[in-house]
């Protein structure tokens, strides 16, 4: 079957979106096509279509927060039948035999995942393109269900957002009597809140801006702590069992490490690149405590994320564009002038 796509690409570097019309790889028996209803926007969009991590490959089309309804299954399809609501996160492939897809962590896959955009299919050699598009196709191992009820609009953003906070607050065993603090309050800062206060932690806020505070609370949070403040950060010492570090730019984190409680671990969700200052690292083996990172999730761990979180009534906050917004949204984005995730109505797809 032809399928023509209708979507939004970026056709060379730093050039606005642009309508886009191409071609879907044809369905697989394993494959399901969803009509997508809401693509979140995420920074690496714009860090992909810019180029700023290198390998660009144009057109694209970018977003991995898809939601949308199945329109199609394959005939060796098991988990999903035609009008169930289906989520694609990041990833769209894997080898699904190293060590790490063993383990359902195929975020790690030691061969390379698939990514949903600027990639190429492991088995046709085809292009992959991404949510600001009308549909997609996806092997059903990589789609996950998104339950019944839930705020469709608020649920794209899990997909990235939610699943990037999700997987540490996971791996390093947060519930109840847990002390967790985020840094920053952006789109990952306010999923991590959410998610952290519904596991049963004490969660606090480290930020630059004391007009969060309200904001913080409402979304979770017990304390917010003005991190350029070194009395308030001097009272946090030895707290934290972990702390969620979401700033996606270059910072210190010397100032952190003392919060940590003994064995605390701070994990980078937020940054990609070398940090600046050194880091000091008397506080880490005075204290046993480490620096870790992490990167979204494994698909089972994405749709326990998303039960647990229709369970909860847990959604992103978010504000919904149309598609013919993005260049706009996108410079808003740059100067985070939205709380806390733009969402695309693919309905205004024209």
Known sequence: MVM????????????????????RR?????????????????????????NDWGGAKYPMVPGHEIIGRV???????TKFKVGDLAGVGCMVDSCQHCSACEQGL?????????????????????????????KIVVTE?????????????????????????WSPLRHWQVGEGSKVAVVGLGGLGHM?????????????????????????????????VLSTDSEQMKATANQFDLIIDTVPYVHDLNPYIPTLALSGTLVLVGYLGALDPF???????????????????????????MDFCGQHGITADVEVIDIQDINRAWQRMLKSDVKYRFVIDISSLK
């Open 71 to 77: 329109v199609h299954v394959g005939k060796s399809v």
């Open 4 to 23: 023509n796509v209708k979507g939004y690409a970026a056709l060379a570097v730093k050039e606005d979106l642009v309508p886009h019309n191409f071609v």
């Open 106 to 134: 195929e975020q790690y896959c030691e061969e390379g995942n698939t990514l949903t955009y600027n990639d190429i299919d492991r088995h046709d050699g085809l292009p992959t393109f991404g949510g600001y598009s009308d």
């Open 279 to 305: 880091l000091n690292t008397v506080p880490l083996i005075l204290g046993r405590r480490s620096v870790a990172g992490s990167v979204i999730g494994g698909i089972a761990e994405t749709q326990e994320m």
């Open 26 to 50: 044809d369905p697989r028996e394993d494959d399901v096509v969803i009509d997508i209803l809401y693509s979140g926007v995420c920074h690496s969009d714009i860090h992909n279509a810019y």
């Open 141 to 165: 191992k990589f789609v996950v269900k998104v339950p019944e009820g839930i705020d469709l609009r608020g649920a794209a953003p899990l997909l990235c957002a939610g699943i990037t906070t």
């Open 192 to 224: 991590a809140i959410k998610l952290a206060n519904a596991l049963g932690a004490e969660v606090t806020l480290f930020t630059r801006s004391p007009g969060k505070e309200a904001d913080a609370r409402r979304l979770g949070a017990s304390h917010v």
